[in-house]
């Protein structure tokens, strides 16, 4: 890492299990305990370098080398950590601690170390003598490691006395408890007393001015006090130093120089009968798509497997959203773990069941209370509305329904009476919130249909406290809304209906590939063009028609498995596994052979020389066990498609629009951003023109948020009828009349894997983002201003849709400064393209862009500005309103670039 990092890097420390490395991404430095992390090198953190935490003075019984130390060299116990203390004088120490400690870390990629307990000498070295001895001791030691790995890069943790002897051998200092500490034999947080403050200040200084040394602070906060923890890295940082605040086991994520957002919302719900159960619950399909568009991923878990330990700093929020009040035990433990986290800080949010709420103590320690009123005569009345409540069905209260329920302190939303009862049926609280049933969701009469009683935006937002941010958004490229095209494979050995009847394959290469020269991702079923599948004799012929599609230059490749199973968990089942994919002779149900199998057919007959299998795309109802989902990851190819995202003018409702995805334990499988013709052809019985009311669900997603990408999804089969033909042309028509920045399928499942793993961290003017570079775009709420493009970095422009900005970042690490209003000089709003690299120049802009169509380029404020690409200047085509538009006939400009006069 560069010497300039070193001097004023953002530093964390973090010597829990399972670090969370999304979050821990958004620093220089973080100091880990290598007993979590053993191999540094599995790590790929571009911006952030790990340093390993090594104990000098003390060694606990855990470690490897524990029992290797003679017992000659011990000199005593440090109780209140359980650790032996080591004689820093004993012979053969420095060599020892080279070799059994930094040598096997430096193997596994560690190149700095965080050196801790320099001072325990002191609690048995009580005569300046023996003093010196220890110190002595120290400098060989320090000595030796570099001696031994001079690259090395050591942090001492105190040391003060050695720093004269180990001039040049150290490259930065830290000291724990300036402010606020913590008593580890009393188990309690204090104060530093202001004498220790001011001797701490004295020696930092010293160490920053006399030797060079960047100083860290490590303070203790509770996890609940988070004000607390962040006025404390503030005060820190104005002395100079580098903060971090964190509770002492340093096993959350504190505050330093930066403070990174929580991401990951923990959603519980009802035990499942299976892992396949998960997709149908109403945590999946309503909650999720509003967390994931307010920034948020969502991790699930089973109400009675509910996480130890602190979830404060890696989880934004708790939703509970049960399905089933639970057996008297059950709401006895979940009410217990939902009075921990309260007591951490962490927000909770309970949607319909409310059961817990009302579990002793808990319902005295959050102030609700559900009273027995004797007087329920009457009708049930609405007092008190929020407009939050009544967004896409207003409640309609039902005597059967209400329950008294009041609360000590809050903002109502929804207050209903009967006689002289109350119910406080929707609340804001000072822990969270929460919503009975049934004003959530409701179910119209038909039964097919759902809506949304509440704001489910605003609820989250409010309940869980959700700061405002930088979201990073998976809809958008470079200020304009996406274009992919997918296609699943099922009847491409289907014959048409047009003149000829040809194959719909046939159809497929003539009538969309070779007609719309725009990125598609598409796919085949093995069995039905392989010389083994269900039709040896036409094998040739598709195959044929397959290489041809699959060697143009905007198709990529996919499977849609062997024999396309039909339900997933079922084919999985021994027992019923051949009812629930396509009947092929002599085969038996394989998921290896369903997902690698195929894969490889499709690279091995099928595909180009050179070109690689992108996708496997999920078939039958799309519902893949985490079995299923690890295949695609052994096999390394990207996943889609599931969701059910079907809102259309008949059914105008955000519950039928879906999430990004769904996560099994650390994999995850990527919706498609909408359905395809099969659902808007009522299973493809007819209409089969229907397929254009796609472009009902692309409007509705797009206004009042732009909440998706444009997908056009659809089957081989749709060409087989002319309607349906005639319905996808006109769906490329509507596609070709907007603008759009058209990407392949596999770039938005990078784009949504990349979401899952972005750190948007807060600093001391702006925001610090960081990701893998997959996702190039963040959304910025109206009440955070715009873009300062001259203060900030990585940031090549920026466009406004309903009332947000859409900011384009530049590569993976951006720093953003923010602006009450758009600044003067000349901007990218918007590009059909990629922006692969931008830098801001002494006269202007220049930007890298490419894509995968003709380029359009849309600049701000360039009436001033020679706009040149590929060597020559460009005219706009048209320009108004401060707008400027520019064509290229080329698909890439290295570079675009704006010179502009003063």
Known sequence: MAGSVWAAPAVAFFYGSNPPWESLQAFDLVVVDPGHVPDAQVVKLPQTELVAYVSVGEVHPSRSYAGRIPAAWLRGENRDWGSRLIDQAAPGWPQFFSESVVAPLWEKGYRSFFLDTLDSYHLFAKTAEEKSRQEAGLVALVKEVKRRYPQAKLIFNRGFEILEQTRGDVAMIAAESLFQGYDAGRAVYRKVPQDDQAWLQVQLKRARDEYGLPGIVIDYVPPAQRELARQTARRIESLGFIPWVATPDLTSLGVGLVEVMPRRILVVHSPLASEYALRATDAVRYATMPLNHLGYMVEYVDARSLPEGGLAGRYAGVVLWLETPGTAPERTKLAAWLALRVDEGVPVALVNEIGPLLEPPLKD????????????????????????????????????????????????????????????????????????????????????????????????????????????????????????????????????????????????????????????????????????????????????????????????????????????????????????????????????????????????????????????????????????????????????NGGDTLATHSNPTLTSVEGLGIERNGLFQVFAPNQNENVYTNNWTGPFYGFERVLETFEFTEKPRRLKPVDVYFHTYLVTKPAGLKSLDKVFDWVRAQELTPVFASDYARKVEAFRNMAVATTSNGWRIRGDGNLRTVRLPAELGFPNLRASQSVAGFNQHEGETFVHLSGPSAELRVAPQPMGGVRLISANAAVESAERTEDGFRWNLAGHVPLRVTLANAQRCRVRAGGRDLVPVRGRDGQFHYQLNTHAARPFEAICRN
Not at 389 to 417: A, C, D, K, N, Y
Not at 459 to 482: C, H, I, Q
Not at 499 to 527: C, H, Q
Not at 582 to 610: C, F, M, T, W
Request: include cysteine; charge should be neutral.
């Open 365 to 640: 320690k959050l102030g609700v209370d559900a009273p027995t009123v004797s007087d329920q005569a009457g009708p049930v009345s609405i007092a008190v509305q929020a407009p939050t409540v009544g967004l896409e069905r207003q409640p309609r209260p039902h005597p059967s329904e209400f329950q008294p329920l009041t609360i000590s302190q809050g903002r109502t939303w929804l207050t209903l009476t009967k006689g002289a009862a109350k119910q406080v049926a929707a609340a804001i609280t000072p822990w969270g919130g929460y919503v009975m049933a049934p004003y959530a969701t409701v179910t119209l009469s038909s039964g097919e249909q759902n809506r949304w009683v509440i704001d489910p935006f605003a609820f989250f937002r409010e309940s869980l406290r959700l700061p405002l941010m930088p979201v990073p958004d998976v809809t958008t490229e470079s200020g304009r809304r996406m274009l992919m095209v997918h296609m699943d494979g099922d009847g491409f050995v289907s014959r048409s209906e047009l003149p000829g009847n040809p194959f719909a394959g046939e159809v497929v290469r003539d009538r969309v590939v070779r007609k719309y020269r725009l990125p598609m991702t598409l796919s085949v079923i093995e069995a039905e063009l392989s010389p083994q599948g269900l039709y040896p004799q036409l094998s040739g012929r598709l195959e044929a028609v397959a290489r041809e599609i699959f060697s143009e230059p905007q198709v990529e490749i996919a499977s849609h498995s062997y024999s396309h199973p039909f339900n997933w968990r079922m084919a999985n089942r021994k027992d019923t596994a051949e009812g629930y994919h396509l009947n092929i002779p002599g085969y038996k149900y394989d998921l290896q052979r369903e997902i690698e199998g195929s894969v490889h057919y499709v690279q091995s007959r099928l595909a180009p020389a050179g070109k690689k299998v992108a996708m496997f795309l999920w078939t039958g109802d799309c519902i893949p066990g985490r079995d299923a989902l690890a295949w695609t990851q052994k096999v390394g190819v990207l996943n889609m």
